[in-house]
């Protein structure tokens, strides 16, 4: 069981010991005692030394002897961290000021009490234990320190052999327990309060990244490596802790000598009591493993996030630009990239870039038409129509040419993520992920992400493509409900809707509104002479005359029925009007459409008859078409070929 046997030196000379260090307590017999003069151990031990000795052996303790094998004292663990504290170097100052002295060692009371068969001698024998319960030796009669090795009497072998295996079960849960903390990376803290007096496993100083010999027993040292934004905290928890007797617990970070940062977990608590020196103990250890995991999940996490948000948003929108600017936009905040572009690809493998997000520093490519340095080369062409990406770290280390290195340095690209848009299993377009400021190793998170988004933007595109389709198909709709289909101008059912409309409007802008009806002179015979092709023909060809004349946006051009036309003039009185119907009726006749059959002329010519009103809640839209169809009745009665107005109202 001893640890460590030092001697002193002869020449050292005979000093007394620290007053707290009196001779052997309660001795069962006055006859036997320790010399009253202790000697002066005067040990030039160094404290390194000390300790790598006691950690190597896995004991909590070093026994101290005099030449002889006389017993001086144990200097246990926390006998090293007071002197620690206090800045001793051992090969500086007496051993015997710091250990624990002989007299503070206990005698076994069941040996120093027995009375029985003993060796040939008139003492009793005594089994020594420290205040922890560790058996460390015999004290023989003499006051040398035995080994239990010796031949013992019956009744005492029986009690030291349970006294040394009881000290040796401990010894061997010490060490389960210190291989434990070992085999799980955790370092122990032992914090005497009253003393403050700090212990610290070498696990734990690893952990803090505190080098061999660095840590120097002070409170302060354990802050070192702690990252500064942590250090509040830390301390927070263990003056807590201490202040209010309970347990702490506390997550934090350690910056590495590479800048690199190690995540900890402390915990414990302080124990206290009548007979218990309040002391926090606790152990710390590694959690980046779980740290680096949570991330992972809380990154993944974000990612789902952004894809079903930009998913949404498909749903939600169907300008296909506002989609594509959301897009580039939340991939350059996510992937933290310096630009992000969309190209559309042209059949011949150039592009547009038609959306960008694009860091301040760096030039702009909206509106280039560019081509990708990889496009070109058909194995990433086949690569990209199998819809899988591409991340390049370093742009110099790919072996392009001088041309395409000078493209990708006018826009400072040194690192990218290229990863096909695909239409139907066509290359649409590539979604491009640019770093300018340095080379980059893209981790495989951010090429995942980018092709998520890219299926997205797929669907974007083809719901973009169908919609346009759709609009196209409901406008044809719409025009073959509207729309006259010989004469393409708006059918009767347009004009009734129209005229209601600014009827409305002009009611609540107390505005006039005109109308203006107009007729073929003898169509009928026109399509009995010519035949009903030639009679299509005109009607065609009247309709656009029309068009060019009554041409503001307000305006209406009506194929009223057969070969009767009607205009809306909105904003127009009954002057302007009248204006319009002479210009309608001479640009008809500048056609000089041959009309042989017609009664009052040789080529085709117009009756129009014309009415205005400020329309209001007196009055409606079809008292209005009635004066106008009876000022074209007044027309034809009159002569043809001319224009009549309504009384004015």
Not at 622 to 642: F, P, T, V
Request: aromatic fraction near 6%; glycine fraction near 6%; charge should be negative.
């Amino acid at each position: 069981m001893v640890d460590s046997s030092v001697t002193p030196h002869d020449d050292a000379p005979a000093t007394n010991l620290p007053p707290s260090s009196p001779t052997l307590a309660n001795p069962p017999d006055q006859s036997f005692a320790l010399d009253p003069t202790p000697l002066e151990i005067d040990i030039h031990l160094s404290l390194s030394q000390g300790v790598g000795a006691m950690a190597a052996a896995t004991k909590t303790y070093a026994l101290v002897l005099q030449r002889g094998g006389r017993l001086a004292g144990v200097l246990t663990y926390a006998d090293v961290a007071r002197a620690m504290t206090a800045g001793v170097a051992f090969d500086q100052a007496p051993l015997a000021d710091w250990m624990m002295p002989l007299a503070s060692l206990i005698p076994h009371p069941q040996i120093s009490s027995m009375k029985g068969s003993l060796p040939p001698c008139s003492l009793p024998y005594h089994a020594l234990i420290n205040t922890a319960g560790h058996w460390v030796g015999v004290l023989t009669p003499d006051g040398t320190f035995g080994l239990p090795s010796l031949p013992w009497p019956p009744g005492i072998a029986a009690e030291l052999n349970a006294c040394q295996l009881q000290s040796l079960s401990l010894q061997e849960q010490q060490e389960r327990l210190s291989l434990a903390l070992k085999g799980a990376q955790m370092g122990t803290l032992d914090w005497d309060i009253r003393a403050d007096m700090l212990v610290m496993s070498e696990e734990l100083q690893e952990l803090l990244s505190l080098a061999p010999g660095e840590f120097d027993g002070h409170y302060q040292t354990i802050f070192k490596h702690i990252h500064p934004e942590d250090r509040c905290q830390v301390d927070q928890a263990l003056q807590e802790a201490i202040l209010r007797q309970r347990r702490y617990d506390v997550e934090f970070r350690i910056v590495l000598p590479d800048s690199t940062v190690r995540w900890l977990l402390s915990q414990g608590q302080v124990f206290h009591g009548p007979k218990l020196t309040p002391r926090l103990v606790g152990v710390t250890l590694d959690i980046s493993a779980q740290k680096q995991a949570e991330a992972a999940l809380k990154l993944q996490a974000q990612r789902e996030r952004l894809v079903s948000e930009i998913a949404q948003r498909i749903r939600n929108l169907l300008d296909l630009d506002s989609i594509l600017e959301q897009t580039v936009i939340a991939v350059r905040e996510f992937i933290e990239a310096d630009r992000v572009i969309i190209l559309q690809c042209a059949p011949d493998m150039s592009g547009e870039v038609i959306q960008e997000a694009c860091a301040p520093a760096y030039p702009a490519m909206m509106g280039w038409a560019v081509r990708d340095p990889w496009s070109v080369d058909e194995k990433f062409l086949a690569h990209y129509r199998q819809g899988r990406g591409m991340a390049v770290a370093n742009i110099y280390e790919q072996g392009l040419s001088e041309d395409q290195l000078m493209f990708l340095e006018y826009f400072k690209i040194q690192a990218e993520i290229v990863v096909p848009l695909l239409q139907e299993q066509t290359l649409w377009g590539l979604l491009i992920a640019h770093q300018c400021s340095t080379p980059r190793q893209w981790s495989t998170a951010d090429v995942r992400l980018l092709q998520s988004l890219a299926t997205q933007v797929g669907i974007a595109v083809q719901q973009a493509k169908l919609h346009r389709q759709l609009t196209l198909a409901n406008q044809s709709l719409r025009r073959m409900a509207y729309l006259d289909g010989l004469t393409q101008v708006a059918n009767r059912r347009r004009f009734e809707q129209h005229l209601e409309e600014e009827w409305r409007r002009m009611t609540r802008q107390k505005a006039p509104l005109s109308i203006i009806l107009a007729d073929i002179d003898y169509f009928k015979g026109f399509n009995d002479l010519y035949g009903h092709q030639a009679g299509d023909n005109c009607l065609r060809l009247v309709a656009r005359t029309l068009n060019h004349t009554a041409k503001r946006p307000g305006d209406l051009v009506a194929r009223y029925g057969g070969e009767e036309f009607a205009v809306i003039l909105p904003n127009t009185d009954l002057k302007g009007a009248e204006t319009v119907a002479e210009a309608i009726r001479r640009a008809i006749r500048d056609r000089h459409i041959s009309h042989r059959s017609s009664a009052i002329d040789t080529i085709v010519t117009m009756s129009l008859g014309v009415a205005s009103c400020i329309p209001s809640a007196d009055s409606s839209a079809a008292s209005l078409l009635k004066q106008a169809d009876e000022a074209l009745y007044a027309a034809k009665n009159g002569g043809r070929d001319q224009v009549r107005t309504a009384p004015p109202q």
